[in-house]
């Protein structure tokens, strides 16, 4: 077992912080997901004669969980989560998934089962940017 030094008042965390960083935690496991699978769906285009779709949903996918994991930071370096960014990361997430996933699904398969998913990612997208920038906004004006 690791040798851990024993909490203290200025090493402990109490129960409240640790809530706060439950959300944007866990949005930044989904930017993992959603990371590998942009790498997966860059080599199948690569290398398995994808067309530009696919390529797209790659960097789209790769680019918004960069997004995901820096806005989980801003919450982080804030100390709290509000439900505007808890919103943001939300629309971040399903936008990027439904906008990619289409368009692999399409690039990949040649396979459409939700022809409304990529419009309708790239309106939670720029929502979810949108929405980042009112946060940022926000965080500005309370700082001072």
């Known amino acids: 077992m690791l040798d851990r030094p024993a909490p203290t008042e200025s090493t402990a ?3 409240a912080p640790k809530a706060r960083l439950r959300w944007p935690l866990a949005f ?5 997901l959603m990371g590998a699978a942009g790498v997966g769906i860059g080599a199948a285009a690569a290398h398995g004669g994808g ?7 790659s960097e789209f996918l790769l680019l918004h969980a960069a997004a995901v994991v820096a806005a989980s930071g801003m919450a982080v370096a804030l100390g709290r989560t509000s439900s505007l960014l808890v919103a943001v990361l939300g629309l971040l997430t399903l936008g990027a998934t439904l906008f990619g996933g289409e368009l692999a699904l399409a690039g990949l398969a040649a396979w459409r089962p939700l022809p409304l998913a990529a419009p309708t990612g790239g309106l939670c997208l720029m929502a979810g940017w949108l929405g980042l920038a009112v946060a940022a906004l926000r965080a500005m004006r309370n700082a001072g």
């Open 28 to 32: 930044v496991a989904a930017a993992g």
């Open 51 to 57: 067309n530009d779709l696919a390529r797209t949903a």
């Open 13 to 15: 965390v109490s129960p």
